[in-house]
């Protein structure tokens, strides 16, 4: 059974720096793929970036590429997303996912574990 928890959620002005961190625990074999999703209030939950083969393969929606970056530590069990040059649009709640493949890594439904999420609000 994998469990996730999320931390780093803040309140920063535009332009800002963030690191959010999701600890996992479980099955490796479960959690070969991890992934940060947001949703803001009153949209669908989306991908923002994702990571595979614990590094082999990173990837980032169009509107975060160039800004935020997906790692593991070398022990596997923590997954970050470093965000910088935030905009207020990047205001929303961020949660992390796991799973065993990432085909469709924007899909919410790819990925079978979930965290609870954390903050981020991005003030202009």
Same mark, same amino acid.
């Given at each position: 059974?994998?469990q996730?928890?999320?931390?780093g959620?803040?309140?920063?002005?535009?332009?800002?720096?963030?690191?959010?961190?999701?600890?996992?625990?479980?099955?490796?074999?479960?959690?070969a793929?991890?992934a @940060?999703?947001?949703? &803001?209030?009153?949209?669908e939950r989306?991908?923002?970036a994702?990571?595979?083969?614990?590094?082999?393969?990173?990837?980032?929606? $169009?509107s975060?590429?160039?800004?935020?970056?997906?790692? #593991? $530590?070398? &022990?596997k069990?923590?997954?970050y %997303? #470093?965000?910088?040059? %935030?905009?207020?649009? $990047?205001s929303?709640?961020?949660?992390?996912a796991?799973?065993?493949?990432?085909?469709? @890594? @924007?899909?919410?439904?790819?990925?079978?574990?979930?965290?609870?999420?954390?903050q981020?609000?991005?003030s202009?």
């Amino acid at each position: 059974h994998v469990q996730l928890v999320e931390s780093g959620g803040a309140s920063v002005q535009a332009g800002g720096s963030l690191r959010l961190s999701c600890a996992a625990s479980g099955p490796a074999y479960s959690r070969a793929s991890m992934a @940060w999703f947001r949703q &803001a209030p009153g949209k669908e939950r989306g991908g923002v970036a994702a990571i595979y083969r614990h590094g082999d393969f990173t990837y980032y929606g $169009d509107s975060v590429r160039g800004r935020f970056t997906i790692a #593991q $530590d070398n &022990a596997k069990t923590t997954a970050y %997303l #470093q965000m910088t040059s %935030l905009k207020p649009e $990047d205001s929303a709640m961020y949660f992390c996912a796991a799973g065993q493949t990432c085909g469709n @890594w @924007w899909k919410a439904s790819e990925f079978g574990y979930w965290g609870q999420g954390t903050q981020v609000t991005v003030s202009s």
